[in-house]
C-alpha cells in the first residue's frame, strides 16, 4: 500500500482507503492513515493527503459490501486494489468494479476465495506473490529476507514430502509419524 | 519486545510440555487476550463517531446518513444493553432489519459468480480448455441430476478434487503457514514492529 | 454475418445481465412449483452419516455454530437434518457460536426441530445447553479448549451451567466430538486448539466455497467427516428420510448449475467463432 499511495502522491492521483470487513479490522484504519500520511509526506505533497477518503465502513463484512460498493459506483475509480482476507465481500467487489470498467487486481490471502477471484479480478496475486512483489519493490532487505527463508522452508517441505512418499511406498511410516502431533 | 516474547514462551511452551501451573498461566494469558481483543470495537465506534461528527457538524454530503448511522448503533448497544438481547428490541432487529439485509447481500453473491464464471470460462488457450473441461464435468456432478443418472462422473469429479483441487489447496496452505511463522520470527525479533504501532527505529 | 462477428460476437460479449435474469428464473420457479428431479448421494455425504450414526446415548457433541444468519441459509438443510440426527441419537449438546448473530439462531434452529424436540422430549438445560458467543477470536478458542470451566461458567441466559452434564467436561479433549456448521470463522482456531491438542473427533458442515480447503483436511484425518453446503444437507435429509429445505431447493440447484453451464458453451461458441472470424481478442468477454 505504500507504494501503491507513494505513485498516487507522485502523480497527484486520488486513493480512497476504505477499510473494514472484519472484526480484526478495528485497528488496522489506524495503520493505514499512517502508512497513507507517511506516504504523501516522503513525496513532499503532505497538503495532499486527505483522511476523509480513508473511511472505516464496518467492521462486519455485509455492512462493508455496501459501503465498499456504493463508493466503487459514486467515484468510478480507474483501478480497485484489494488486499487482505476478503471474505464473501470479494466477489461483490470485484464484480461491481468490472461493472464500473475499473481495472481489478487482487492480493488475498482467504484461500477459498482464490477461484472465485481468479475468475472475477483483471489480475491477481496469489497467495505469497503478494509479499513476494512487496519485497521486490521495496527493496527492503528484512522483508527480501523473509521471502528467501520462505522459499528454503518450501524446500524443505518439499524434500519431507518427497522423503514420505519414498518411507510409504516402501512400508515405513517415520516421516508421517515425525510430522504429526 | 519482551513482554512479547515472555506472553509467547508462556503460551507456546505448554503446547509441547503440559504441566499444570503453567497451563493455568497460559490459559488465564489467552483468556486476558480474548477480552482485550474484543474491546477494540470500542475504538471502532469512538473512530466512528469522530469522523460522524465532523460530518455532520460541516454538513457535507451524505449528512444524514451519519445521523442515522449514529442513531441506530445508539439503539442497538443500548437495547441490548439495558432490554436484553432475547426479547423485544434489540431482537426485532436483529431479526427484521440485520439479518435479512445481511442475507440479501449474500445472497446476490450466486448471481455475481454465476456472472463472473460465464464471463471467465474461455477456451482462449490449450491450458484454458483443459480448465474448461475440468470445470464442465465438476459443474456437472455439483447438480444432483447429474450424479442421480450418470453415477459414474462422480468418480471423475472425485478425482479431480482430491488430486488437482487438494493439491493446490495443500499448496496455499503449506505456503501461507510458512509465511506465517516467518512473519512470528520477524515480530519476535523485533524485525517487524509496526503491528505494536513503532515505525521503524522507534521502541 | 458480414459484419465483423454477428451472431457470434453477440454470443461472445451477452450483457451480464441476461445472466441474472435467467438464473433468476430457473431458480425460482422450481422453489414454487417443485419437479421432484431425482439426486444421487454421494460418497462424501454417505460417510458424514455413518460418522454420525457412531454416537451413542449420552455422548457429549461440542455443536459449534460458526455461521452467521446468511451462512445459515446455505446451511440450513445440513443443521437441521444433522441436528434431528443428535435428537434421534439421544447425545448431549453443548452450543456455542462464533458470531454475534448466532443469538438470532436457536429460536430459528429449534422452532423447525419443535416436532422432533417434542417426540424425543429433548430439553434444554438438560439435553442441550446454548453457551452463546464464546468464540470472538482465536484466544478465546484457545482459551475455552484448555480450561472450560473458567471461560463458561453460564449458559446464554446467564444460568449456571453447574449441576449439568457439562460438569464432565474440564477441557475440550472431554467432548466426543466436535459439530461445526461454519462459514469460515473459527473453525480452523479450533483444528489448531482442540483437535490438533486433544485428537477429538471433528465433524463439519461448511459452505461451498470453504470445501476444497476442508478436503485437504479431511484427507489428513483432521476431520471426519464434510457435509457441503446445500447439496450436502438435502443428501442428509434424504439419508435420514426426512425431507426438509434441501431437497426442496435441489431442483432449482440443479438448474442452476445447468443454466450456467449453457451459459458458458454459448460464450465459448461466440468467443472461438468470432476470434477465428476477426482474429480479434475481447479481454473480458461480455459487458
Redesign the interface.
Known sequence: MSLVAKICAETDTRLIVPTGGGSDTYITREAAVDLVRNAYTAAGVPELFNEEDMPFLSGEQYAYTPGYVGILVRERPGATIMTGSHYSEAMNIAEMANGVDSITITAGCYTSNMAALACASDYIMLGEEQPAAGAYLSRDPAQMASIRVQDIYKFIAIGAMLLGLIAVNVGSDVINRLLST | MTVLVVSFLL?FI??FIPWGPL??L???L??I??VT??F??V??VY??FR?SGRFIREKRKGWVYHIYLLAMLAIMTLSGFLLG??VGAY?WL??AV??P???V????????????????????SPQAALL?LA??VV??Y????????F?GI?GAA?YL??TF??SV????????S??A???GV?MLTG??V??L?F?EGEE | MADEGGIYKKMATYDKRWVYVVLFIVVLGPLIRPFGMPIGISAMTKNYYNVLDTLEEGDIVFDTWNMEFSGYMELKPGVLATHKMFIEKGVKLCIAFGHYEGVALPGEIFKQLQTWLDRYDYTEGEDYIIIGYVFPNEAAVAALSQDFHSNVRVDWKGESIEGTFLDEIQNAGDFDMISDYTTGLATTHMINHMVLQYDIPMVENSIGVSVPGHLANLDAGLLQALLASTRGGAELEFLISSPGPGLKSMDAFTLGHYSLIIFIIIGNIGHYGWTRRTGARDRTGIK
Request: hydrophobic share 50%; proline share 3%; net charge positive.
Open positions: 503460551v505448554p503446547y497451563d493455568w497460559s490459559g488465564k489467552m483468556t487476550a480474548a481483543n474484543a477494540t470495537i475504538i471502532a473512530s466512528q469522523r438481547q432475547h431482537e436483529l431479526l440485520v439479518t439485509l445481511s442475507s447481500i449474500y445472497g446476490i453473491l450466486a448471481f455475481y459468480m454465476a456472472s463472473a464464471g460465464a464471463r471467465a470460462f474461455r477456451a482462449r474448461l470445470g464442465f459443474l456437472l455439483q447438480a444432483p441430476l447429474t450424479g442421480a443418472y453415477p462422480e472425485v478434487t482430491d483441487g487438494m489447496s495443500r499448496m496455499f496452505s503449506i505456503s501461507v510458512i509465511g511463522i516467518v512473519l520477524r524485525k517487524e509496526a503491528f504501532g515505525r
